[in-house]
Nanobody, 124 residues
Framework: QVQLVESGGGLVQPGGSLRLSCAASGSTFGYYSIGWFRQAPGKEREFVIGISWSAGRTKYADSVKGRFTISRDNANYTMYLQMNSLKPEDTDIYYC?????????????????WGQGTQVTVSS
């Protein structure tokens, strides 16, 4: 089992950048695929981006292609979400999640392990 803690959220102006971190503990992080999801109040949680345990496979939502990138540092049990060219519609709570499937699925049901979330607000 793995525990996940997100950090790095905050307030940023449109066009700005943020980097979120997801720190893992409790298990062998390198064997988990990781996904980032986001959720606004009253809406369903939606997939943003994911990376396989080997970092050889990534998956992006169309809405973030060319703006968001994902990376992982297995030696330090940390995964990163770099968000550039942020838009007001990117405002959400962002969650990292982990699975043992070997690939970064895009459905909430693919991930049994979740962090508590971090708020990202894009506003002028």
């Amino acid at each position: 089992q793995v525990q996940l803690v997100e950090s790095g959220g905050g307030l940023v102006q449109p066009g700005g950048s943020l980097r979120l971190s997801c720190a893992a503990s409790g298990s062998t992080f390198g064997y988990y695929s990781i996904g980032w999801f986001r959720q606004a109040p009253g809406k369903e949680r939606e997939f943003v981006i994911g990376i396989s345990w080997s970092a050889g496979r990534t998956k992006y939502a169309d809405s973030v292609k060319g703006r968001f990138t994902i990376s992982r540092d297995n030696a330090n049990y940390t995964m990163y979400l770099q968000m550039n060219s942020l838009k007001p519609e990117d405002t959400d709570i962002y969650y990292c999640a982990a699975n043992e499937l070997g690939y970064p699925g895009s459905y909430v049901e693919n991930y049994p392990y979740w962090g508590q979330g971090t708020q990202v607000t894009v506003s002028s």
